[in-house]
C-alpha cells in the first residue's frame, strides 16, 4: 500500500491512474502548481483550484484512489503582481474545500522580491487556519533557496513539525532532516532524483521524516515513483519499515494534520462517499496490500477496443 | 402544514449535538444580514464539525419535507449538506439569490455542488436558476448530475421539454437509473420516445445492450408499427428486456399492443402488479 504525495494528475491519463492503482498506490495528493503555461486571468486560476478540489478528486475516485490536494500560488506565478494578488483574495475559500490538506506547494523559484512577499503571506494563511504547508525547493541555486525558506518558516513562526521541504537532494537533506523539517524526495528522472540515489540516501538516513513523491506531470517523469522506489529500495536491503515509513506513512502523518486524510477513507470508506465519488472496490484491512487488478495490463495488450 | 425552511431547519438542529450553539448563533447571525464570507466560513466548517453522514430521516421528517414541497425527497441528503442548504436559504445577502448561488456552485467542492443542487426545490425565484441547474446537468461528476436528476422535483416542475428530454438521454449515457428521476411518466412525451428509439437503434447497431428502463419513456407512444416493432425486439432479448418490454406494451394505446402482450406470460405478472417499473429494479 503506497500514498504518492505529490503528483499533479490534472497533467496524466488514465492510464497513468490504472498502473498506480494496479501498483498498490492508495491516495495521491495533488499540489496546486505551474501547469507548464502561464495563467493570466484569476478566473482561470481560480478554475484551476477548483479542478483539482472537485474534477480530478472525482476522477481519481473512479480508478479506486484517494485524491487530495494542497491550495497555493506557486512561485513562478507569484511573479505576476497583479495574478498573485487575485490569487490571495481567493485562496482562503478553497484552502477549507474538502480533502485539502496543506498550503502548497509554495516557496521560491529565481528568489525574487515577490516570490518573497507571497510566500511569507501564504505561510501567514496557514498558521492561521492551522493547516499543513509543501514547501517547492528551487532548481537554480537550490541550497541557498532551501536554506532560505527554511529561515523565512522559522521567522514567522510555523511549527517546522508541519512542513514538508520538498526535492531534496543529498545536498539539502542533512540541513532540513536536522532543523526538524519533513523532508521530501521527488523521483524525477533527470532533474530532480533517481531511484537509486534514493536507495542509498535511506540506508544512509533511515525512514524517520523522510517522504517519496514522484512529481509526476506534464514532463518526462513517472507516475509509478514510488512503487518502483519501494521495490528497489526493498531488493536493496533497506528494511520493511524504512520503507513502509517513506512511501506511505510519514506522508499520511504530515498531511494528516489537516484532518482531512485518513487512513480510513481508503480502507474503509463511508458508505455515502462510496456511493458518490470512491468507486474503491477492495476493502484493504490490517494493511493488506492490495489486489493487483490486471485490467489495466489487459487493456495495454488488447489490440480490440470496445 | 411547515414551511419547507422551517422542516429543514428542525432536522438540521436535530442533528447539530455538540454544536448546535455554533450553528444557531451562525444562521442567527446570517439572518441578520452577516458579511458572505460568515456563510462561506459556515459552508467550510459544516462537514468538519456535524459530519458527513447519511441524513437518515425519519418517517415524519420524510412526510413533513413531502407536505412542504410535493415530491422533495430527503433521501439522498447527508447531515452537512442539509445544514449547507440550510445556511444558504436564511442568508439575507445584498445580491439576488441567483448570484450567491452563482458564486458558491462556480467554486464548489464535489460534496458541495451535491448539496447545492439537492436544495433546489427549496430556494427562492426558481425561474433565474436555469443557467445554474444546466451548468450541473452539464457536469461530468454523476453524482451532481444525479443531484438534480434524482428524487428532486426540480426538473418536473421547472424544465421545458427539451431540457427535460435530453436529461433523461444523458441519464441513460452515463448509466443513471431513470426510476428515482420525479414525474417520468407525467413528463413523458413523444418527441423523448422518438429519441430514445433512435438512441436504441445506435446502441443495438454497435451490439450493445439498451437500458430496459428506456422503454418506459416509449410505451405510451407506441402507436405505429415501427414502434412495435422495437418493443418486440426487446421482448425477443429476453429477461430484464422483454420485462420492460411487456411493462410498455401494457401502456400503449395501439390495439395491436395489447395483442402481442396477451402472448406473453409477464401478462398476468402485470396484470397482477407483481411487475412494474418500480419491481423491475430489482431483476
Known sequence: ?306 | MQPAQQVLHDIVLSRSGDHIGWVEKTLAALRAGAPERELHVFLGLAPRRLGKADLNASHEERLAADAARPGWSLEDWSVDGAARVLALLVFQGARPFAETFKDLRRTADAAELIALYRGLPLYPEPETLHFEVGEGLRSNLKPVFEAIAHRNPFPRDHFDEHRWNHMILKALFVDSRLAPIVGLDERANPELARILREYAHERWSAGRKVSPELWRCVGPFAVDDPALADLERALKEGGAAARAAALALSASPHPAARELLRQRPEAEDIASGRLDWQSLEAA
Open chain 1, 1 to 306: 500500500m503506497y500514498i504518492d504525495p505529490h503528483a499533479h494528475m490534472i497533467s496524466r491519463t488514465t492510464d497513468d491512474y490504472e498502473a498506480m492503482a494496479a501498483a498498490g498506490i492508495v491516495a495521491v495528493i495533488e499540489p496546486a502548481f505551474w501547469i507548464g503555461q502561464p495563467r493570466t486571468y484569476v478566473g482561470t486560476y481560480v478554475d484551476y483550484l477548483s479542478s483539482i478540489v472537485g474534477w480530478e478528486r472525482f476522477r481519481a475516485g473512479q480508478f479506486g484512489i484517494r485524491h487530495y490536494c494542497t491550495v497555493g500560488l506557486n512561485s513562478k506565478e507569484a511573479n505576476n503582481e497583479e495574478l498573485a494578488e487575485g490569487v490571495m483574495e481567493w485562496l482562503p475559500r478553497f484552502a477549507l474545500k474538502e480533502g485539502v490538506v496543506a498550503i502548497g506547494e509554495i516557496g521560491y523559484d529565481e528568489q525574487t522580491a515577490l516570490e518573497d512577499r507571497y510566500f511569507r503571506a501564504q505561510l501567514e494563511l496557514a498558521k492561521e487556519l492551522e493547516l499543513p504547508v509543501m514547501v517547492h525547493t528551487p532548481h537554480r541555486d537550490k541550497k541557498r533557496g532551501t536554506t532560505r525558506s527554511m529561515d523565512v518558516i522559522e521567522e514567522i513562526g510555523l511549527d517546522p513539525s508541519m512542513v514538508v521541504i520538498d526535492h531534496n537532494n543529498e545536498e539539502t537533506v542533512a540541513e532540513t532532516l536536522q532543523r526538524g523539517f519533513w523532508a521530501g524526495f521527488s523521483i524525477y528522472p533527470s532533474t530532480k532524483m533517481g531511484n537509486r540515489r534514493m536507495v542509498e540516501l535511506l540506508k544512509q538516513y533511515g525512514g524517520e521524516r523522510i517522504i517519496v513523491d514522484s512529481a509526476c506531470d506534464w514532463g518526462i517523469s513517472d507516475s509509478l515513483g514510488v512503487p518502483k522506489t519501494a521495490r528497489l529500495a526493498l531488493e536493496s536491503g533497506v528494511p520493511e519499515q524504512t520503507v513502509r515509513r517513506v512511501c506511505y506513512a510519514n506522508a499520511l502523518e504530515v498531511y494528516g494534520k489537516s484532518g482531512q486524510m485518513r487512513e480510513e477513507d481508503w480502507l474503509a470508506p463511508p458508505e455515502i462517499d462510496q456511493r458518490t465519488l470512491y468507486a474503491g472496490n477492495s476493502i484493504l484491512r490490517g494493511g493488506r496490500e492490495p489486489i493487483i487488478g490486471t485490467e489495466a495490463q489487459k487493456r495495454r495488450d488488447d489490440l480490440i477496443i470496445e
